[in-house]
């Protein structure tokens, strides 16, 4: 019987604005070069969310109105998430969803929106100006770079123990002022790089596919299955 990863894909159904669900394709698309499947389910507005079924979260981007929606239900789950997180479970959230995972988020209108809490960063509204375009970073660690398309209002700021994703080499970032583009916290990797992400940037996809396999099955060694496969940069 194959091996399955279990993803969940918060709010999926109206935080789908720039097609982020890719990212969820990118994995598969990986996963099945190494006979893996990868199955995803949505859990948003009233939806139980019993995080030890899941190998992986996505929580994509969206608008400013449905952060606002969601962002109750989401405190609702706020215990059961900071548990998956501390417990190093793996995330990517994007955008609005990498928002929202922080203490909390101000709206284009300037109405403030409580978020989690788990994750220490704050997001600024821009009252009348968006950072659209590409964008490109470099991760410090790795020295892996990344390629992406970015479309927000928010301006970003990250607070004690969370790292960039990488620091950037053209386009805003974050917040346009601090050169710095997403977040490092525990396995949680925000950015708001759309694309997806993930099929722009297959090194990253693997790395991520990495730390979902060696916490699922450590006693693999998943490294050298994955290094080898393509990166691709659809
Ligand atoms: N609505 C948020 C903003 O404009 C997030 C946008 C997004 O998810 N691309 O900053």
């Known amino acids: 019987m194959s091996l399955t990863i279990q993803i969940a894909h918060l709010y999926g159904n109206i935080m789908n604005t720039y097609g982020d669900y890719g990212n969820i394709v990118a994995l ?10 990868v199955n995803d389910k949505v859990v948003s507005l009233g939806d139980p969310l019993v995080a030890d079924e899941y190998d992986f979260m996505l929580f994509g981007g969206g608008q400013d109105f449905e ?13 059961i998430m900071q548990e998956y997180i501390e417990n190093g479970g793996p995330m990517l959230a994007v955008c609005g969803g990498y928002q929202m995972l922080g203490q909390y988020f101000v709206m284009s209108n300037g109405e403030k ?29 790795t020295q892996e770079i990344y390629h992406g398309f970015e479309n927000h209002q928010g301006r970003t700021f990250l607070g004690t123990g969370e790292q960039p994703l990488g620091e950037v080499i053209s ?4 917040n346009g002022e601090d050169q710095s583009e ?34 699922k099955l450590p006693e693999k060694n998943w490294d050298t299955l994955i290094d080898p496969l393509p990166a691709e940069s659809f």
């Open 67 to 79: 952060e606002k929606v969601l962002a109750p239900d989401f405190r609702q789950k706020a215990s």
């Open 28 to 37: 598969r698309y990986y996963a099945k070069m190494l006979g893996i499947v």
């Open 182 to 215: 997403g977040v490092i916290y525990q396995n949680v990797f925000g950015t708001y790089f759309h694309g997806p992400i993930l099929t722009r940037n297959g090194n990253l996809a693997k790395r991520l596919l990495k730390i979902i396999l060696n916490r």
């Open 171 to 174: 386009g805003h970032g974050n």
């Open 113 to 141: 929106i409580s978020g989690l809490g788990v994750l220490p960063h704050y997001t600024v509204n821009q009252a009348n100006s968006r950072f659209i375009g590409n964008i490109t970073i470099k991760n410090a660690k």
